[in-house]
């Protein structure tokens, strides 16, 4: 699975848009990127995951580059409930291998 | 659907027993789990790899006699962390994978189980 590299930590205003930024560069052709989030002392919750095109669902949109090299996690009107380590991973979908978490970003929603 | 619960969500025991982790999956077949340790502060780290009827697949330095890992059925993996310490106080949790349907393949967390050690 293709390396990926995420600010530490992030602050975001109550109501306002969250912009996570993740870095692929060596993902490779067929290769996805999924996005999950760990809430503190919870597991880890699936958020959205691409290939190529945008996508929007009830939780987040997610917006890779034209060249794939990188992504964009964008919570549309973050709530104090979305704090939590956000966590950006390339694999191949339908893998047989686990999932490997990075050290992820904080993103802490500010009232 | 895809549901992972995990049993009991905390527990307490005095260093040198025994204490069983049970991880289920509530609405779909899988067969592999598996189990990740993560210490405050750090990301999750996996332990082992747990395959339905057959042995587990412990990741380097993970001490396979000490945690003991059961997967039985197509639904249930347990894990026994023996001779418990002070140094295995940690949050394990469990994912499964499910083997059919649109989620092929997909893992999916359970809530976890906090482990503090006396």
């Avoid at chain 2, 307490?12 to 027993?17: L, P, V």
């Avoid at chain 2, 049970?22 to 082992?48: G, H, I, N, V």
């Avoid at chain 2, 106080?89 to 989620?103: H, N, Q, T, V, W």
């Amino acid at each position: 699975d293709a390396k990926t590299t995420q600010p530490p930590s992030m602050d975001c205003a109550e109501g306002r848009a969250a912009n996570l930024p993740c870095n692929h560069s060596t993902i490779s052709g067929n290769e996805y990127v999924y996005w999950y989030r760990q809430i503190h002392s919870q597991g880890p919750q699936y958020i959205i995951h691409g290939l190529k095109n945008n996508e929007t669902n009830e939780m987040a949109s997610l917006i890779i580059t034209e060249d794939r090299k990188s992504s964009t996690l964008i919570l549309p009107h973050a709530t104090l409930r979305d704090t939590a380590v956000y966590y950006c991973i390339v694999r191949l979908p339908g893998s047989a291998r686990q999932l490997t978490f990075g050290s992820g970003t904080q993103l802490t929603v500010l009232p | 659907g895809a549901v992972v619960s995990q049993h009991p969500s905390r527990v307490i025991c005095k260093s040198g027993t025994s204490v069983k982790i049970e991880c289920r999956s509530l609405d779909f077949q899988a067969t592999t789990m598996f189990w990740y340790r993560q210490f405050p502060k750090q990301s999750l780290m996996l332990m082992a790899t747990s395959n339905e009827g057959s042995k587990a697949t412990y990741e380097q330095g993970v001490e396979k006699d000490k945690f003991l890992i059961n997967h039985a059925s197509l639904t249930l993996s347990t894990l026994t962390v023996t001779s418990a310490h002070p140094e295995d106080s940690s949050f394990y949790i469990c994912s499964a994978r499910d083997i059919s349907g649109d989620l092929r393949n997909e893992q999916f967390f359970g809530p976890g189980t906090r482990l503090t050690v006396l």
